[in-house]
């Protein structure tokens, strides 16, 4: 929701041996039980055969670099990317992240390169191949369906406001990412990452682990090194999620940030796109591109004056010296290996000067669980018969319930794994004058402003709050469905509050990130300590593409 938000399942605590590692700056953190405990390297299946590639690990600054000096051109960029995702995303490890290509990818690169050579650069994504997920619409060759069959074959009227923000600041879209079929609202024993059109997307750093969900494919790519960036889109959970799971940075901005219209929605009270990147610079740029006040959206002309133009300008190496970070206890304690782990993020953030207030929990922590829910359901089946209502003719479907009984007639192939259940649910509910869903709403507001997020930062006086994105990533279980087993998103996303993930380490050998989330359009603040965060540690480190990781 994009993240299966629903059902809090809690794995069974794991009791045996294990190895923490937080990577660069922090150094590393062994339980005392471990002093034998074998190397992680040892206790890997050997990696599937990547030959190394040329674009690995470059950033937005590189590639600009690149083009300006004449080495790359955004065509040669496209045609690097391309041959890389048949080489290790549809051929070798087979992450199976990008849904499909843009057929026009390379004359759209070979236009901007016209316009580089005429001294006309748009800034500073010119020529830069971006991913999208495959529930953002672009009127072009490319289809926009959420991994579903039922969208097959309708293209939507016109560009997201996302896209066309992205095309006019000279990004090229690549392609389209896979997902969770309809951003994980469909069933809520589904597996992340699995889509009817797409199939299953895999975890780079571990072919059999989970990419989490629902931006599943966005997080995978770019961790793959598949593009340069990529954008997602979040309910709860699916920004952040992902980007933890993979290893990258993943923004979810402030509700109004950035335009909703041209996106299959969920919920139009929790839904946003948000970067997906490698590291926090690029993601500032990308989010600069996509912040604007847009007509077709409402709730962006609250952004008017807030949003910025340039959120590189509040990146700060120092960020962390003299803020007050609340540790928000109550998103621990789902892991015992991830709660030793933050104890080392945590005296990295003071050895930067940062002012550690802990415990700072929200007073109204898990109070809002089932109202979230119920408020989900009832947008969806609102916002989706909205936006099913505005494809045209062609499409298969217009309305929810024609989802619904589309999926049932075509159960072989939609519906192998798992079923429709929260669906079913959504269509039974009544419209969003419902007395149900209007207490829900209310509370959900409440509990996660008032009484959440804002009052705890006011009790103690906090620049932002910091809780682990959730813990390294489970094994995929199509039979069984997802096995996470916790995590800190809700709160932002209820709240509409924007929430940065950022790499931190490793445990178990794969990726975990940290959260810092905090108030209304304070994206600058959250990017000032994310950034300085990731100078200090330098947590991320590219995927080896391992067949599996032995625990």
Same mark, same amino acid.
């Given at each position: ?32 039980? +471990? ?10 299946? !050997? ?7 040329? +674009? ?67 800034? !500073? ?30 293209? !939507?009227?016109?560009?997201?406001? *996302?896209?066309?923000?992205?095309? =006019? ?156 970070? #609340? ?7 789902? /892991? ?26 929200? =007073? ?12 989900? +359901? ?13 494809? #045209? ?8 319930? =024609? ?10 192939? =939609?519906?192998?794994?798992? #079923? ?68 800190? /998103? ?29 108030? *209304?359009?304070?994206?600058?603040? +959250? ?25």
């Amino acid at each position: 929701m994009r993240k299966k938000l629903a059902l809090n399942s809690e794995m069974p605590p794991r009791r045996r041996f294990l190895q923490t590692t937080l990577l660069g700056g922090v150094g590393t953190a062994i339980l005392p039980a +471990l002093a034998a405990a074998r190397e992680l390297a040892d206790t890997s299946t !050997p990696a599937a055969q990547v030959r190394p590639f040329e +674009l690995d690990e470059l950033t937005i600054a590189d590639l600009q670099a690149g083009m300006n000096s004449g080495k790359f051109g955004s065509r040669s960029l496209v045609e690097k990317y391309q041959a890389r995702i048949e080489e290790i995303d549809r051929q070798g490890p087979a992450v199976n992240s990008v849904i499909e290509i843009n057929p026009e990818a390379q004359a759209i690169a070979e236009s901007l390169d016209r316009e580089r050579k005429e001294k006309k650069v748009r800034g !500073p994504l010119h020529g830069v191949p971006v991913v999208i997920k495959d529930n953002i619409d672009t009127a072009d060759k490319m289809q926009t369906t959420a991994g579903s069959l039922a969208l097959l074959g309708s293209r !939507p009227a016109k560009d997201s406001f *996302v896209v066309q923000r992205l095309r =006019e600041a000279g990004a090229v879209i690549l392609g389209k990412s896979n997902l969770s079929e309809w951003a994980n609202i469909r069933s809520s024993r589904s597996s992340s990452g699995w889509s009817g059109r797409g199939g299953q997307t895999k975890n780079p750093y571990a072919l059999d682990r989970n990419p989490c969900g629902s931006s599943s494919g966005s997080g995978a790519a770019v961790a793959a090194n598949l593009c340069a960036v990529a954008i997602g889109t979040e309910t709860d959970g699916s920004v952040v999620c992902p980007s933890s799971a993979n290893g990258i940075v993943g923004i979810k901005p402030t509700l109004g940030l950035v335009s909703r219209a041209g996106i299959i929605p969920i919920a139009h009270s929790q839904d946003t796109a948000g970067p997906m990147t490698r590291t926090v610079r690029d993601a500032a740029i990308l989010l600069s591109a996509l912040a604007g006040v847009d007509p077709r959206d409402g709730a962006t002309a609250e952004s008017a004056g807030k949003a910025s133009t340039d959120y590189t300008k509040f990146l700060d190496p120092n960020g962390l010296k003299g803020a007050r970070i #609340g540790v928000a206890r109550k998103y621990f304690g789902f /892991s015992d290996a991830v709660d030793h782990f933050m104890e080392s993020v945590i005296d990295q953030i003071k050895k930067q000067g940062g002012v550690i207030v802990d415990p700072a929990d929200l =007073e109204s922590h898990g109070k809002f669980d089932d109202t979230e829910l119920t408020v989900l +359901l009832y947008e969806l089946k609102a916002d989706l018969n909205n936006y099913l209502a505005s494809r #045209g003719a062609e499409a298969r479907v217009h309305s929810l319930k =024609e989802v619904i009984e589309f999926n049932d007639h075509n159960a072989a192939r =939609e519906m192998p794994y798992f #079923g429709q259940d929260l669906f079913i649910k959504a269509e039974a509910k009544g419209p969003l004058t419902s007395n149900e869903y209007l207490d829900a709403l209310e509370a959900n507001r409440r509990f996660s402003r008032r009484e959440g997020i804002d009052g705890v930062m006011d009790k103690f006086h906090l620049d932002a709050i910091l809780a682990p994105t959730g813990g390294p990533a489970w094994l995929t279980d199509l039979a069984n469905g997802d096995h996470s087993s916790g995590g800190s /998103s809700n709160a932002a996303a209820v709240a509409g509050y924007p929430n940065i993930n950022v790499p931190a380490g490793f445990v178990f050998g794969l990726p975990v990130g940290i959260s810092f989330f905090g108030r *209304v359009w304070s994206e600058p603040t +959250l990017l000032k300590l994310a950034y300085s965060f990731e100078q200090a540690t330098k947590g991320r480190k590219p995927p080896q593409f391992l067949a599996s990781v032995k625990i």
